[in-house]
């Protein structure tokens, strides 16, 4: 059975920096690309950094320089570093394959307010 567990995430002020992690288990991880999503209420689901079998990483626009997506192959986890948050950073955050599995996780709320 997957799973796809998100935790790190809370209330920062603006500029502020998290650290989000997601654990997951019941499904091939080291071969396979990995990305960070995150949605707002209202929005569709946006993929805002992946990470390659090999490491190799993409952002999207709006966090590029800011935040950084690495793995951990032998704990099946991924991580997001957020450095410099922004207001519109402001949503609930995912992980799930760059290809997503239909499963997603209940996610970890970012907020980003004064």
């Known amino acids: 059975q997957v799973q796809l567990v998100e935790s790190g995430g809370g209330l920062v002020q603006p500029g502020g920096s998290l650290r989000l992690s997601c654990a997951t288990s019941?499904?091939?991880?080291?071969?396979?690309?990995w990305g960070w999503y995150r949605q707002d209420p209202g929005k569709q689901r946006e993929l805002v950094a992946s990470i390659s079998s090999g490491g190799n990483t993409n952002y999207a626009d709006s966090v590029k320089g800011r935040f950084t997506i690495s793995r951990d192959n032998a704990k099946k986890m991924v991580y997001l570093q957020m450095n410099s948050l922004k207001f519109e950073d402001t949503a609930v955050y995912y992980c799930?394959?760059?290809?997503?599995?239909?499963?997603w996780g209940q996610g970890t709320q970012v907020t980003v307010s004064s």
């Open positions: 019941g499904t091939i991880f080291s071969f396979l690309p």
């Open positions: 799930n394959r760059y290809s997503p599995l239909n499963t």
